[in-house]
């Protein structure tokens, strides 16, 4: 990652990047947290070939065998809670770009945190405090992956670049591009104009005007996505008309209900 000129990124803000690069580690994210807890910068980096605790929300592990992409970024966004947690959109829409560029895909953007090809889990991103107002943002893509060493879980069908082109790439230059498009979008969510977010994130979505059931704080709402808000949350309209808006923190799930 470099920090050239790029006057569009950002509005012309940058974050001086630094990469702490590991072989196999437990977690990039908790790597991440006990640095950020000893002072390290915002933008500081943790990338590992393997990971052999890696885990997405609610606790679930993430499988990260050799040739994905994952690291964690500390970030110091000064945002409230409620927020906060629409960053998780901001690193989703920020890895199906860098994809769409750099492989050719058209990636997707499933509410809260996943990245799909037709309904394909290519990527997740894990948000997680490090407490003082840090966040701890890790990335899991599924790149140079093969298709034999990809999880096979009964919830969700993954995938990876390598399965669906047939090639392999530079997982430093597609890491490269991922910061570039997050950097700008990352400030402008922190603007006054973070709302010009929303329409990207409405082009991208598969949930938007979709039939889902929705579980958050104990909670299980279903409903139609009937929009997407600017700080990452959603708003579902309940059968009887009544809306509610679900912001994506905490134990939120989500599924897309059949027939929709």
């Known amino acids: 990652m470099t920090n050239g000129a790029d006057h569009e990124a950002g509005r012309g803000r940058r974050i001086a990047w630094h990469i702490h690069s590991f072989g196999k580690v437990g977690s990039t994210n908790d790597v991440a947290r006990r640095i950020a807890q000893g002072g390290a910068a915002e933008g500081t980096v943790v990338l590992a070939e393997t990971q052999a605790s890696g885990r997405g929300r609610r606790g679930s592990a993430w499988h990260s065998p050799p040739g994905g992409l994952w690291f964690s970024i500390v970030l110091k966004p000064h945002l409230p809670a409620e927020r906060a947690g629409g960053l998780s959109i901001v690193g989703a829409l920020s890895v199906a770009r860098a994809v769409a560029d750099v492989a050719g895909i058209d990636a997707s953007i499933k509410w809260p945190n996943d990245v799909v090809v037709d309904g394909r889990k290519l990527a997740g991103i894990m948000l997680e405090t490090a407490g ?3 966040l701890i943002m890790g990335v899991g893509l599924n790149a ?3 298709p034999e060493d990809l999880p096979k879980l009964e919830w969700y069908e993954a995938t990876s670049l390598l399965r669906e082109t047939g090639r392999t790439f530079v997982r430093g230059a597609l890491l490269a591009r991922i910061a570039r ?8 969510y922190r603007s006054p104009e973070h709302h010009e977010l929303v329409e990207e ?13 929705v579980t958050a704080r104990g909670r299980t ?9 600017d700080d990452g949350g959603i708003i579902v309209r309940l059968p009887a008309g009544a809306q509610e808006k ?5 134990d939120v799930t989500l599924m897309i209900l059949p027939g929709t």
């Open 221 to 229: 709402l279903e409903g139609t996505v009937h929009a997407l808000d």
């Open 144 to 146: 140079n992956v093969a």
């Open 246 to 250: 679900v912001l994506p923190v905490g």
């Open 201 to 213: 994130w409405r082009e991208l979505s598969v949930i938007f005007g979709q039939q889902v059931r």
């Open 132 to 134: 003082n107002g840090v």
């Open 181 to 188: 498009e997050f950097e700008r979008r990352y400030f402008l």
